[in-house]
């Protein structure tokens, strides 16, 4: 089979492209015909070699997929040959990656995708969907009423993040780097979109929350505690999913009399039961039409190395040129 893969950690220059041998699956696996697969930053991280968990090579790039079962090991019971299926939280441990012509996918990290939904909508969606509902249902229970902050609504996370934040029932406020994208959250629901490039963020957070925010949602590497903590509002919570060397100076006063709580998580922790019962959460929002993909292009996936240049650029430098996830055809 074909397949976007690396035989060392370095840069995008080390991802190739060409044949692999076929997967078998395992007796409780299913054998899934991959149609298309998303570039995410943990994607980057991983071929660069800066995550401890160390791939094993040849290692296969992606996170997540979505396709078409071709055949089913004989201790699988929830899926049948030819069902359309997504998965996430591949590509790590001793599970290989998803951005190849077929992938073996155990049957517990798999989906069914719903009916009338383009697999390249759907695998935009996986990974930054459960991440976004993990954060929000099980870490920091948002609730009907709240005032939610996102830094980085148009982003893959942030746009997943802004989009379940209104249909739970919350007001939204959130930044984006452009005009366009700032339009573009807009669309996604958001009540109040601040221009970080433009706006006093601080003031304009202040003027849509005069009590504070309940929940303020960080997408950017460097949090920044300083200015965040004063704009929490009294048992205000704080999601923190990204950083991994970040060191930043924290308020411990203003924190903990106001009683907040800090929730850190990584989605790729969570248990399978976890991520079915998110993935349950995400597919039913898309059929009611509350949680839509945004996708920046789709390529080939010949062309997984533009693809990580371009995510690198994008969420590491800062560069803003991607909008949306970047979705690679099988
Ligand atoms: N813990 C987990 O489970 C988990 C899961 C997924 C991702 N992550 C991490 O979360 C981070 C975001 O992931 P992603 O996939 O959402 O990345 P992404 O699609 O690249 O989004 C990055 C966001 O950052 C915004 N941004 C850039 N500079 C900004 C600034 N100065 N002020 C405010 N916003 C700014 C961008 O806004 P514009 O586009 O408007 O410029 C964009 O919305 C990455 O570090 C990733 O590794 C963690």
Known sequence: ?????????????????????????????????????????????????????????????????????????????????????????????????????????????????????????????????????????????????????????????????????KSMGAKVITTAGSDAKADACRQLGADVVINYQTDDIDDAIRRAAPDGVNVWWETLRQPDFDRAVPLLAMRGRYVLMAGRDAKPVFPVGPFYVKDCSLHGFAMFNGTPEELRSAAEDINRWVLEGNLKARIDRVLPLSAAMEAHRLQEDSTIRQSGVVSGKIVLRV
Not at 56 to 69: E, K, M, Y
């Open 1 to 165: 089979m074909k397949a976007a893969y690396f035989t060392r950690t370095g840069p995008p220059e080390v991802i190739q492209y060409g044949d692999l041998p076929d997967p078998r699956p395992a007796p409780g696996q299913c054998l899934v015909k991959v149609i298309a697969v998303d570039v995410n930053p943990i994607d980057t991280y991983i071929r660069a070699g800066l995550v401890p968990s160390k791939p094993v090579f040849p290692a296969i790039l992606g996170r997540d997929l979505a396709g078409t079962v071709l055949e089913c090991g004989p201790e699988v019971k929830r899926f049948n040959k030819g069902d359309r299926v997504w998965a996430t939280n591949q590509g790590l441990g001793d599970r290989p990656g998803t951005s190849s012509e077929m992938a073996a996918v155990d049957e517990q990290w798999l989906y069914p995708i719903p009916s009338g939904v383009k697999e390249e909508d759907i695998v935009a969606l996986s990974l930054v969907a459960v991440t976004a509902q993990l954060g929000l249902v099980r870490k920091a229970q948002l609730k009907s009423g709240e005032i939610l902050f996102v830094n980085g609504g148009a982003g893959g996370v942030g746009s997943c993040v802004v989009q379940m934040a």
